[in-house]
């Protein structure tokens, strides 16, 4: 039985690099916290400039690839651990308010 990865990035903030029609190029700090993850399946949240949602994610059984999605928003983030305190997060949402976007997340130290 292979063992699933823990997501050790507690807390980790990067550059988020956004592009939509709406907005344009832009970039901006994103912050995530990981609160709690049993298996494969976690919880969490993230703020950005419009405030902070909430998500729920997963490790893909090939353990390198995430996923994840907010009750509140039309597009889901998908990524990959890139290290073991470093995550890639991909946004990409389709239709009206079409945008991509994409931060590598490094772990915050908590003292």
């Known amino acids: 039985m292979q063992k699933t990865f823990q997501i050790s990035l507690e807390c980790g903030a990067g ?8 907005k344009g190029l832009k970039t901006w700090e994103k912050n995530v ?10 919880k969490g949240h993230f703020t950005y400039s419009d405030g902070t949602k909430n998500f729920y994610g997963i490790i893909h059984p090939d353990n390198v690839t995430i996923t ?3 009750s509140n928003s039309r597009g889901y983030n998908i990524g990959k651990i890139l290290e073991s305190n470093k995550i890639s997060a991909c946004y990409v949402e389709s239709g009206i308010d079409a945008t991509v976007g994409c931060a590598v997340l490094s772990r915050v130290k908590n003292n």
């Open 33 to 42: 916290e990981i609160t709690e993850q049993t298996d494969r399946r976690f």
């Open 68 to 70: 994840w999605v907010a």
């Open 15 to 22: 550059e988020n690099d956004t592009y939509s029609e709406l």
